[in-house]
């Protein structure tokens, strides 16, 4: 019986450790994420979703020179949408309603990977209420054009899939 408990606490310790880990900021290639189907991903566990040492290289690059603001997401992921303003934008303010062109990177919060690698071929949107990103819709509010921003947005705001790290650049209004 003894033998049993301290395989127990042993294999628990295991795990523990596992799950652990520090941010690493000298990794040299960034991760893509791994093509799944609903029925290869493992089944969610119970419990927060918790961020683990990842490879941020691709968020570092995009960030650029603004990186040292950046939020390295760490411990379990918010209730809430967190913004940070990596760099100010001198153009006018996104207003609900405006067409706008923006380019985004979206990461992984667990595992750091990279999901939408739209930062080279920005797109245009549309900025309204109850749209299919509801976390920019909260992230984006008061960026000016020339801003960029990172966003980290819980699983229920982004896909329903996990929480989301992104960092996002308003470039013109249309």
């Known amino acids: 019986m003894k033998k049993l408990l301290v395989i127990g606490l042993m294999l628990a310790g295991l795990q523990l450790t596992a799950c ?3 941010e690493s900021t000298d990794a040299s290639s960034a991760k893509s994420a791994p093509e799944t189907t609903a029925e290869e991903k493992p089944a969610a566990a119970k419990g927060p979703e918790m961020a683990y040492a990842g490879d ?5 690059k995009v960030a650029g020179p603004y990186s ?3 939020l390295i997401p760490h411990g379990p992921a918010p209730k809430q949408v967190v913004i940070r303003d990596l760099k100010i934008g001198k153009g006018p303010v ?4 405006d067409n706008y062109r923006a380019r985004y990177v979206d990461l992984t919060y667990n595992e750091a990977y990279v999901v939408e690698p739209y930062w080279q071929s920005p797109s245009n949107y549309l900025f309204e209420w ?3 990103k509801k976390g920019w819709e909260v ?5 000016r054009v020339g801003g960029m921003r990172e ?4 699983s229920r705001m982004a896909y329903k899939n996990g929480a989301r790290v ?3 650049q308003a470039l013109k209004l249309d």
């Open 20 to 22: 652990g880990g520090s």
């Open 56 to 60: 941020w290289t691709v968020l570092k």
């Open 68 to 70: 040292k603001r950046l």
């Open 94 to 97: 996104l207003h609900h309603g």
């Open 130 to 132: 109850g749209g299919y």
């Open 139 to 143: 992230g984006l509010r008061g960026i």
């Open 151 to 154: 966003l980290i947005v819980p």
């Open 166 to 168: 992104y960092i996002v």
